[in-house]
């Protein structure tokens, strides 16, 4: 699939699902708390800290997105660019964890056909429900799914704002090597492709989280590491999008 296709199928398949397809927003935000646009969930800030009242209850959007937070990987990796395009499917206070699981493995195994058996999932830590989800539900292996810390499985948008767990689905270049010992931080072996967020909490300055009015979602996956494993280039950068 060329990025074009893989753009126009990840929107068209949220659009199936009652999803309204939205333009990217400027990568200058209107929102004063950052720089640039780093998220595809940024446009949508306000409706998640109950500012403003979403126009419709689901969105899906391919935002160019500048992520000054990982400037420092750009050049040192094959996956981290200046500039790239996040894809996102979005409930504002509508579905939650257990159907952005649902339709995040359908659309990457089912119309991506990505090998369930190349995929890894990570869960935060104390998400027991996500990995129930994972587990019982899409019936991955527990060895599969990796449970991990703040860091990694905790977003926030920066330092105050909407937040919440997340689980992100990872995929293996490299099966041969075994489940025995799994290090999603191996880069050479794994490429984080989708995050899932399940935003419902707000970060005052002080670091204390508030419920949200709402349980939403928010989700981001990269359309060039997509474009990457789809076409079966060793970097981003020798995808046809670049
Ligand atoms: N906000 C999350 C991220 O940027 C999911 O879209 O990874």
């Given at each position: 699939l060329s990025g074009r296709e893989i753009r126009e199928t990840f929107l068209n398949f949220f659009a199936a699902r009652q999803h309204h397809i939205l333009p990217s927003a400027s990568l200058v935000p209107e929102d004063p708390?950052?720089?640039?646009?780093?998220?595809g969930m940024l446009p949508f800030k306000p409706i998640f800290l109950g500012q403003r009242s979403p126009d419709f209850p689901r969105a899906t959007t391919s935002q160019k997105c500048i992520r000054t937070n990982d400037i420092e990987n750009v050049g040192r990796t094959a996956r981290h660019h200046t500039f790239f395009e996040m894809l996102g499917n979005f409930s504002?206070?509508?579905?939650?964890?257990?159907?952005?699981?649902?339709?995040?493995?359908?659309?990457v195994t089912k119309v991506f056909s990505l090998p369930p058996d190349r995929l890894i999932v990570s869960v935060f830590e104390q998400d027991d429900e996500a990995f129930q989800i994972w587990h019982e539900q899409v019936g991955i292996p527990a060895h599969r799914i990796q449970r991990m810390g703040e860091d990694d499985n905790?977003?926030?948008?920066?330092?105050?704002g909407p937040c919440g767990p997340c689980s992100e689905i990872y995929y293996d270049f490299h099966p041969e090597q075994g489940d025995a010992t799994i290090d999603l931080e191996d880069d050479s072996r794994f490429i984080e492709l989708y995050n899932l967020v399940f935003m419902q909490y707000n970060r005052d300055v002080a670091g204390?989280?508030?419920?949200?009015q709402n349980q939403n979602i928010d989700t981001g996956m990269g359309l060039e590491r997509m474009a990457q494993v789809l076409q079966g280039v060793p970097n981003n950068y020798e995808t046809d999008l670049i």
């Open positions: 708390t950052v720089l640039l646009t780093i998220a504002f206070g509508d579905y939650f964890k257990e159907q952005a699981i649902a339709w995040g493995w359908e659309i905790f977003w926030v948008s920066g330092p105050t204390n989280l508030t419920p949200l």
